[in-house]
């Protein structure tokens, strides 16, 4: 799998570009705000339809545009071989002119295209799997738990569309569940009226714990290597599913089946009554806090308030470890999230490297860019190419990056 040709019209600082990308090492060099980052953004965006840095899509329009243009749009484009195909995405990013404040107001629209045909999100999602290394990544550890969801459910919508369906129609539900739950704390609506959406979110919500449950413990397998061999055996790092259930046997049971390493999954659903139990478990939970849901307005149980947890030798990475720990934890979780992916689709994704290299030390650096090597495609950003090594440096098609223009500085 690998990105052939990528295209960005008033993209950020990109004005326009046009890059053709061959099946291996690309290393894109340049000072700080070239556009280096912006590169892997686009590519990352186009694959999963959302931006790592943008809270809002509109942010992706380049300045000059938003200034100059009467209709401000930003162009994405790139050509992808997958399975020995070739494909493309496209997403068009546009304000135009709205009606409000006196006819004084934007509307922003987005258009996603899949080898040419108009396509929602949720259908281009998975299609190109990419993995993204950020600096920032130490927060999957140190941060929120509504960062380390976003994690998971960007990674699990790459790899199975009705995980990626229902959690839109679950996040829909619950919105729903909770104005009705603040109608009836108003005395608007009766509780009997619940019924109906806590069917709906114990059963969307029961598959997507299920996946989460399933994906993690995969995820541990291979965290718990890498992190022994990033710490020179010191460390071992495990990974551990946060629920908003109380334990007892039966879930400690049903979340046993469901991450057997040898139970199979057909169309996304596992080959045992274990999802089923999960749901009755999910409803008694609701069943047993409507009363606190009704005083509080919103829905209390459910994997929107889930958390997965990084456990160092046994202890909370992330209350307890040290940034140096938490730095590597994140990207043993990176590292185990290629594995993953590669076992899942049989193709190894399209690896994206920002600068990474500037927040590891030699060692950790060294055990990245050699795991990084087996990949059929890696895009690397750096400020300098110290880091990188000889061989590496030979290997790798090298870019120089400036001021929104992106020109090869070899044809090694």
């Not at 099946?23 to 000072?31: E, P, T």
């Not at 169309?267 to 047993?288: K, S, V, W």
Request: charged share 25%; glycine share 8%; proline share 3%.
């Amino acid at each position: 799998m690998h990105i052939c040709h990528l295209e960005l019209v008033n993209y950020r600082n990109y004005a326009r570009l046009e890059l053709d990308l061959a099946a291996r090492i690309h290393l894109f060099q340049g000072d700080n705000a070239e556009g280096k980052t912006n590169l892997l953004e686009a590519i990352y965006y186009l694959a999963t339809t959302r931006s790592p840095l943008a809270s809002q899509d509109r942010e992706l329009i380049r300045w000059e545009s938003l200034q100059d243009e009467v209709i401000p749009n930003a162009q994405l484009a790139l050509q992808f071989v997958r399975g020995g195909e070739q494909n493309s995405i496209e997403a068009s990013l546009v304000q135009e002119p709205g009606e409000s404040n006196g006819g004084n107001g934007t509307v922003f629209r987005r258009q996603l295209r899949y080898n040419g045909v108009n396509r929602r999100a949720m259908d281009i999602v998975g299609k190109l799997n990419v993995v993204l290394f950020l600096p920032e990544d130490i927060i999957l550890v140190s941060g929120s738990p509504g960062d380390r969801r976003r994690y998971l459910d960007v990674t699990l919508c790459q790899l199975d569309e009705l995980y990626c369906r229902s959690l839109a129609r679950y996040n829909r539900v619950v919105t729903q569940r909770n104005a009705l739950l603040r109608q009836i704390r108003e005395r608007a609506s009766r509780p009997k009226e619940l019924s109906y959406w806590d069917g709906q979110v114990a059963h969307l919500g029961a598959y997507v714990m299920a996946r989460r449950m399933w994906s993690i413990a995969r995820l541990s397998r291979d965290t718990h290597e890498l992190q022994h061999a990033l710490t020179g055996g010191a460390e071992r790092l495990t990974l551990r599913y946060e629920h908003t259930l109380a334990p007892n046997s039966a879930i400690d049971a049903i979340e046993a089946a469901l991450c057997d390493p040898e139970l199979t999954w057909r169309a996304g659903i596992p080959e045992c009554e274990a999802l089923d139990r999960l749901e009755e478990q999910l409803m008694e939970a609701l069943q047993r806090g409507q009363k606190e849901e009704i005083a509080r307005g919103v829905t209390v149980s459910g994997p929107h308030r889930d958390d997965m947890r990084f456990c160092i030798n046994g202890f909370d990475a992330t209350i307890y470890g040290s940034r140096g720990q938490q730095r590597t934890a994140a990207l043993s979780l990176k590292l185990a999230e290629v594995s993953l992916m590669e076992g899942l689709v049989g193709e190894m994704p399209v690896l994206l490297l920002d600068d990474v290299l500037s927040e590891l030390d030699r060692r950790r650096g060294q055990y990245l860019l050699e795991a990084i090597d087996q990949a059929e495609q890696v895009l690397v950003t750096t400020t300098d190419r110290e880091g990188f090594g000889p061989a590496f440096l030979e290997r790798a098609q090298l870019w120089r990056v400036q001021a929104g223009v992106v020109q090869p500085l070899s044809d090694a």
